[in-house]
C-alpha cells in the first residue's frame, strides 16, 4: 500500500452515464497526477496539479474530461456522456515537491462502459 | 509527440541470470527517467530513477542513462521468480510524463 487511495476500485456504467472518481494522495504530497492505462499499454498522463492549480492537461485530453483538487488535497476526476472507449483503469499518482517528482501510484479504479 | 519507445517483450530468463531491459525515448529535453514494476492486475510502482548520465546501482537493480543516444536501460542482476512482471519505463518533460508500453519479463525458476 503507498498511502494512495482511490475510490471506487471498479465502476460499471451504461454508456452516456456520468461518472466520478476520487483520489486521496499522501498527505504531505502537494503534485497529483491522473492516468489512464488499457490493456497491453502503459499508463497515459490525463492531467497534473500542484496544491489546488491545475498546471498541465494533455492536449488529447476530451472535454468530457474534469478534474478538480480542492483545497489542494484530494482531487475528483469526471468523465460526463461515457463512451465505451473510456473503458480503462484510471490511476492516481501523487508526489513530492522537488526535482524528481518521484511518483506513488494508487491501486487504480476499473471503468468498464456497457 | 513526446514517445518513450520500449520492446514489449516477452522476455525470459532463468533465475539467477541477468535480465536486460532497453527504453528509448524521443525529446532531447526529456530531464529524468524512471523505471516502474507492475504486476498484472496491479498498479505501477517505482523501482529507480536516473536523471545523470551514466549508472545507478541499488541492490539488485543498475539503471544506466545516455543521454546523448536517448537510450535508458535497466539490469537485474539474480533474477528471482518474483521479478516476473511488466517493466515501465518513463519519462519527464517538465510536469508531463510519458511511459513506454511495458516490457513484459518471466523469470524461469
Known amino acids: 500500500d503507498t498511502g494512495v487511495s482511490q475510490d471506487p476500485r471498479h465502476k460499471i456504467t451504461k454508456r452516456g452515464q456520468n461518472v466520478t472518481f476520487r483520489c486521496d494522495p499522501i498527505s504531505e504530497h502537494n503534485r497529483l497526477y491522473w492516468y489512464r492505462q488499457t490493456l497491453g499499454q502503459g499508463p497515459e498522463f490525463l492531467t497534473y496539479f500542484q496544491n489546488e492549480a491545475q498546471l498541465e492537461k494533455s492536449r488529447l485530453l476530451s472535454d468530457r474530461f474534469s478534474a478538480e483538487r480542492p483545497k489542494g488535497s484530494f482531487s475528483t476526476l469526471e468523465i460526463q456522456r461515457t463512451e465505451q472507449g473510456d473503458s480503462a483503469m484510471y490511476l492516481c499518482?501523487?508526489?513530492?515537491?522537488?526535482?524528481?517528482?518521484?511518483?506513488?501510484f494508487g491501486a487504480g479504479t476499473r471503468l468498464s462502459v456497457l | 509527440q513526446k514517445e518513450v519507445e520500449q520492446n514489449s517483450g516477452p522476455l525470459s530468463v532463468p533465475e539467477g541470470a541477468i535480465a536486460s531491459l532497453n527504453c528509448t525515448y524521443s525529446?532531447?529535453?526529456?530531464?529524468?527517467f524512471f523505471w516502474y514494476r507492475q504486476y498484472s492486475g496491479k498498479s505501477p510502482e517505482l523501482i529507480m530513477f536516473i536523471y545523470s548520465n551514466g549508472d545507478k546501482e541499488d541492490g539488485r537493480f543498475t539503471a544506466q542513462l545516455n543521454k546523448a543516444s536517448q537510450y535508458v536501460s535497466l539490469l537485474i542482476r539474480d533474477s528471482q521468480p518474483s521479478d516476473s512482471a511488466t517493466y515501465l519505463c518513463?519519462?519527464?518533460?517538465?510536469?508531463?510524463?510519458?511511459f513506454g508500453t511495458g516490457t513484459s519479463l518471466t523469470v524461469i525458476p
Open positions: 518513463a519519462g519527464n518533460t517538465g510536469n508531463q510524463f510519458y
Open positions: 525529446d532531447r529535453g526529456s530531464q529524468s
Open positions: 499518482a501523487s508526489a513530492q515537491g522537488g526535482d524528481y517528482s518521484i511518483q506513488y
